[in-house]
Antibody, heavy 122, light 108 residues
Framework: QVQLVESGGGLVKPGGSLRLSCAAS????????MTWIRQAPGKGLEWVSY?????????WYADSVKDRFTISRDNAKNSLYLQMNSLTAEDTAVYFC??????????????WGQGTLVTVSS | EIVMTQSPATLSVSPGERATLSCRAS??????LAWFQQKPGQAPRLLIY???TRATGVPARFSGSGSGTEFTLTISSLQSEDFAVYYC??????????FGGGTQVEIK
């Protein structure tokens, strides 16, 4: 069965960095686009970043994280990553990884991890 | 950016009754719309994609309709496990991929 397990969240000071990981299993990871979506406490869902399948050569970011966050994937390790730099309190959220489609046009998400909490506070 | 607006923010429904949730896009998204269900402390669950196609394992009491800018999620007979927050998401014109603000379905 498809499983996505995030890790790497925690408490970080403003201006700090954190790297999130998402371990995938139960499907051919390299065939699928993957995404990060976050949810601030008590708020709705906010898309963060999306990476294409295979080599991950195409990447998209929300304006709110562009130039601060970097998404990447390692197909040999069936893993998705999110490097987060210059963190601010507004980045405090649960971060979910989710599976997209096998095409750019199928940008909806059929499997989600349980999420990892990132708290940015001094 | 396409803005997704959901209404109402909160819907109070008795078990066994029908629930109708709305999602409006600020410009046409064709049928490139998905619906998710989220329960407290859990990840969202895909219910509907392509505006009207149920995802694997989703009960038939969930149905989606609409195209262009107006969409509806209908739960034909609410079960206790259906009380949750529901989000719509467009994937027509992106980035950014955008979600609605959510509709909380609560027990009346």
């Amino acid at each position: 069965q498809v499983q996505l397990v995030e890790s790497g969240g925690g408490l970080v000071k403003p201006g700090g960095s954190l790297r999130l990981s998402c371990a995938a299993s139960g499907f051919t990871f390299s065939d699928y686009y993957m995404t990060w979506i976050r949810q601030a406490p008590g708020k709705g869902l906010e898309w963060v970043s999306y990476i294409s399948s295979s080599s991950g050569s195409t990447i998209w970011y929300a304006d709110s994280v562009k130039d601060r966050f970097t998404i990447s994937r390692d197909n040999a390790k069936n893993s998705l990553y999110l490097q987060m730099n210059s963190l601010t309190a507004e980045d405090t959220a649960v971060y979910f990884c989710a599976r997209g489609g096998n095409s750019q046009y199928l940008a909806y998400f059929d499997y989600w991890g349980q999420g990892t909490l990132v708290t940015v506070s001094s | 950016e396409i803005v997704m607006t959901q209404s109402p923010a909160t819907l109070s429904v008795s078990p066994g009754e029908r629930a109708t949730l709305s999602c409006r896009a600020s410009q046409s998204v064709s049928s490139n719309l998905a619906w998710f269900q989220q329960k407290p402390g859990q990840a969202p669950r895909l219910l509907i994609y392509g505006a009207s196609t149920r995802a694997t394992g989703v009960p038939a009491r969930f149905s989606g309709s609409g195209s262009g800018t107006e969409f509806t999620l209908t739960i034909s007979s609410l079960q206790s496990e259906d009380f949750a927050v529901y989000y719509c998401q467009q994937y027509s014109n992106w980035p950014p991929l955008t979600f609605g603000g959510g509709t909380q379905v609560e027990i009346k």
